[in-house]
């Protein structure tokens, strides 16, 4: 079983659509995270959340919007598309206050046209 | 979690020969880890060391801290192709739920 999946695994879209990338985690962590990763590799935190709490990442634009339906699940849901958005993204999730591992997912590269 | 800087940026060494690579970061730490991401791939945690421990081993990776130096180092014996892959280190406080904070990595190329 994956511990941590996301779909699709690759995402090719117009600019100015509307997308969604979701994101599973069966291992029961109480925290997931959204993360980018550019051209250049270099991988930031876009958000944070567990049923306490969302921490944005004060760079991420409001197009951005991560969405919950149960503890398992942290959809990213992305507006008006731009190019610049072309990326990849990954999924995590840890269990918060143990100072464990974090278990990433494959990654969604999303190209914008 | 805060970033760690490591260094080299990029390292080419022949299969079979061991690899070094280090991480430096700036305040205290509870913890540090060392992530793998292979091309095109998710990142993979390979070890935690905490800030009591001064070597861990798993493998054919050792890890040493030294938190006096604010430094660790990442040590792969007998490398393989399939090592082909960055490496990060994150440091970190504990406890947060702020997420972990990524360097550039060093990329490791293995040779055959």
């Known amino acids: 079983d994956t511990a941590v999946s996301q779909t699709p695994k690759y995402l090719v879209t117009q600019m ?3 997308k969604s990338i979701k994101c599973e985690q069966n291992l029961g962590h109480d925290t997931m995270y959204w993360y980018k990763q550019d051209s250049k590799k270099f991988l930031k935190i876009m958000f944070s959340y567990n049923n306490k709490e969302l921490i944005i990442n004060e760079t991420v634009p409001n197009r951005f919007s991560p969405k919950s339906p149960d503890k398992a699940h942290l959809n990213l849901h992305i507006n008006s598309l731009e190019l610049g958005d072309s990326a990849v993204y990954f999924c995590a999730s840890s269990q918060v206050g143990t100072g464990t591992e974090a278990f990433f997912g494959q990654g969604t590269r999303l190209t914008v046209v | 979690s805060q970033q760690g800087e490591e260094d080299p940026q990029a390292l080419s060494i022949q299969e079979g020969e061991n690899a070094t690579m280090n991480c430096s970061y700036k305040t205290s730490i509870n ?3 060392w992530y793998r991401q292979n091309s095109g791939r998710g990142l993979v945690h390979l070890i935690l060391i905490r800030s009591n421990e001064r070597e861990k081993h798993s493998g054919r990776l050792r890890v ?11 040590l792969i014996t007998a490398s393989r192709a399939a090592d082909t892959a960055s490496y990060f280190c994150v440091a970190g406080s504990g406890g947060g739920a702020d997420g972990l904070t990524f360097g550039k990595g060093t990329h490791l190329i293995i040779q055959p």
């Open chain 2, 31 to 33: 913890n540090l880890q």
């Open chain 2, 64 to 74: 040493t801290l030294d938190t006096s130096k604010k430094s660790s180092s990442l």
């Open chain 1, 16 to 18: 100015g659509n509307d």
